[in-house]
């Protein structure tokens, strides 16, 4: 349990709130990228946490990555949807509530969450690598990023489902990631 909340600390104490300046060059900013945005950060760990709860990690990676790399491309093409970070801010919103299970959700309902979430993440994505990046090599390094943290918070969330208070800590993530997802909103 301590390690869970040093890993939990340890993600909360993100670098910047917002990972989407600088840095676009390579293998190690597409690295970067994910990690050093707590919007990236929160989002796709909480599509790691709710895979964890349906137990279905491959399809919510596949689904995830698909719709993550397809949106960036796009983006990258130069079709931005309108409103990008109103749209993370509220996809935390709505991630925050599925995870912690305010509401009853279906499975379909779900996915097509995911699906959305990781589209809106994609498109921040690929909207921020410039002309002159390596775009395989920043693609690669943040695909390979996004799986580390959706796994990660995969094997999270299944740890929690084996503590005693397992579903308050999961809640208290989820609380957190949606007042962040708010702040950001209002912000």
């Known amino acids: 349990m301590k390690r869970l909340l040093a890993l939990a600390a340890g993600l909360l104490i993100s670098l910047p709130s917002f ?26 760990s909480l599509i790691g946490l709710l895979a964890s709860q349906s137990g279905k990690l491959k399809l919510s990676l596949a689904q995830s990555l ?12 130069g079709f931005v949807p309108p409103m990008l970070e109103t749209g993370l801010a509220i996809s935390l919103l709505v991630m925050a509530v599925l995870v912690a299970k305010v509401l009853p959700r279906s499975a379909g309902i779900a996915s097509l969450v995911v699906c959305l979430v990781a589209a809106l993440h994609g498109a921040a994505h690929g909207n ?5 990046a390596d775009l395989k090599l920043f693609f690669a390094g943040f ?12 094997f999270i969330g299944k740890q929690l489902q084996r503590s005693q208070y397992g579903e308050k800590f999961t809640r208290a993530i989820a609380g957190v990631a949606g007042a962040f997802g708010l702040s950001a909103l209002i912000a």
Not at 66 to 77: E, K, Q, R, T
Not at 128 to 132: F, L, T
Not at 143 to 154: E, K
Request: net charge negative; glycine share 10%.
């Open 66 to 77: 698909f719709a993550l790399v397809l949106a960036a491309i796009v983006a990258n093409m």
């Open 143 to 154: 695909i390979s990023s996004s799986v580390a943290l959706i796994c990660s918070g995969y």
């Open 19 to 44: 990972a989407h300046e600088g840095h676009h060059h390579g293998l190690s900013d597409g690295l970067l990228h994910p990690l050093t945005g707590l919007d990236h950060l929160i989002a796709l």
């Open 128 to 132: 921020e690598v410039p002309a002159a």
